[in-house]
C-alpha cells in the first residue's frame, strides 16, 4: 500500500467512525500499516467495536503500532474489541506485540500458530485450534497452557507424548473428534485430563481403553460409537461422571440396560465453531473468566 493508498485508507476508516455507532465494520481493508492501525486505535469514544475480517497478516511493525497507540488512549475510554476472523498469518515477534495492546481480540475464524496463539491468550478469546492437522509434544505442551475450550478436531492421529502433554490442560474441555482410533498409550494418557473430553470420532472401544476412561474424572463424549461390547458397558456403568453415547444403535438388551444407567450429560457442549464472526451476545461459557470480566463491562458500557 503506497502513500496515497494509505492516506484513502485512513479517510475512509475516519469516516466510517464518523458514520456508525458502537461497531463499525472494515470489510474492504485487507492490509494494515502504521498509520492505519494508530487511525483505527484512534476511535470515537462511541465505538468499541472494530471489525477487520479481511486482515490475513499483521505485521510486527503494524503490531508494534497497534499496542503503542493504545497505550495513549485515555484509562476511561472503555476497553474496545478487534475482531479478527481472518488471522492467518502472525509472527511471535507480532504476537508479543499485540500482547501490550490495551483491549481485546476476537479470534474465532483464525488459523494461529500455537505459539503465537498462546501470546494473546490474556487479551484475546475464540483461539481455536481446529486448523491444525498435527501437534507436537511441544507444541501440545504450548496450547495446553491456554485457558477454555481447546479444540484440537483437525488432528487424525495423536502420539502418546503430546497427549500426556493434553492431559494437563485444565481448565475447560479437550476436543479430539477427529481422531477415528487410538494408538496404544493414548487413552492412558487422556484419562488424567481434568476436563470433559470429546472422542466423537471413535469407531470402536477397546477393553483396556474402556478400562482407562472408566477412570477419567469428568464428562466423556463418544458419540461417534454405534457398539459396545457389554463388558467395555460394564466398565462405562462405573464411571462417577455423565457420559454421552449417542450414537449406539442395535446393541443386545443386556447392553441397553447397562447403557441406561450411565450418568447423563449436563454441561458437556460442543466445541467453539469458527463462524468467521463474534457475536458479543454469545454465551461467555468458552471465554477465561478474566476476558469474561472485560466483556461484560464493554457489554454494559454499549447498553448505557
Not at 470515537?44 to 471489525?51: G, I, K, L, Q
Not at 511493525?61 to 475482531?83: W, Y
Request: hydrophobic share 40%; glycine share 8%; aromatic share 4%.
Amino acid at each position: 500500500m503506497d502513500d496515497k493508498q494509505s492516506k484513502d485508507a485512513i479517510d475512509a476508516v475516519i469516516d466510517a467512525f464518523g458514520a456508525s455507532g458502537s461497531t463499525v465494520s472494515l470489510p474492504w481493508l485487507s492490509s494494515l500499516t502504521p498509520a492505519l492501525a494508530h487511525a483505527i486505535v484512534k476511535t470515537p469514544e462511541s465505538v468499541r467495536v472494530v471489525e477487520l475480517p479481511m486482515i490475513a497478516e499483521i505485521s510486527e511493525v503494524a503490531a508494534e503500532a497497534l499496542s503503542s497507540a493504545s497505550r495513549g488512549v485515555p484509562r476511561e475510554h472503555p476497553v474496545s474489541i478487534l475482531l479478527l476472523s481472518g488471522l492467518t498469518g502472525l509472527t511471535v515477534t507480532a504476537a508479543t506485540h499485540l500482547a501490550k495492546f490495551r483491549g481485546l481480540f476476537c479470534l474465532y475464524g483464525s488459523s494461529l500458530s500455537p505459539s503465537a496463539a498462546a501470546l494473546l491468550q490474556k487479551n484475546a478469546f475464540g483461539i481455536d485450534f481446529g486448523h491444525l492437522t498435527t501437534l507436537s509434544a511441544d507444541d501440545a505442551q504450548i496450547v495446553s497452557r491456554i485457558d477454555g475450550p481447546l479444540n484440537l478436531s483437525g488432528l487424525a492421529t495423536l502420539s502418546v507424548e503430546a497427549a500426556r502433554q493434553l492431559a494437563t490442560h485444565s481448565p475447560g474441555p479437550l476436543y479430539l473428534d477427529r481422531l477415528s482410533s487410538l494408538p496404544p498409550g493414548v487413552a492412558d494418557a487422556l484419562r488424567a485430563h481434568n476436563g470433559p473430553l470429546s472422542l466423537n470420532g471413535l469407531r470402536e472401544l477397546s477393553y483396556h481403553d474402556a478400562s482407562q476412561f472408566s477412570q477419567h474424572r469428568d464428562e466423556l463424549s463418544l458419540n461417534g460409537l454405534e457398539y459396545v461390547s457389554q463388558p467395555c458397558a460394564d466398565l462405562l456403568a462405573k464411571r462417577k461422571f455423565g457420559t454421552s453415547l449417542k450414537g449406539i444403535r442395535g446393541v443386545p438388551i443386556e447392553v441397553s440396560r447397562i447403557l441406561a444407567g450411565l450418568r447423563s450429560v449436563r454441561e458437556f457442549r460442543d466445541p467453539p465453531q469458527s463462524h468467521g464472526a463474534c457475536q458479543l451476545g454469545d454465551s461467555l461459557w468458552c471465554i477465561p473468566v478474566t476476558i469474561q470480566e472485560q466483556i461484560i463491562m464493554l457489554t454494559f458500557s454499549l447498553k448505557t
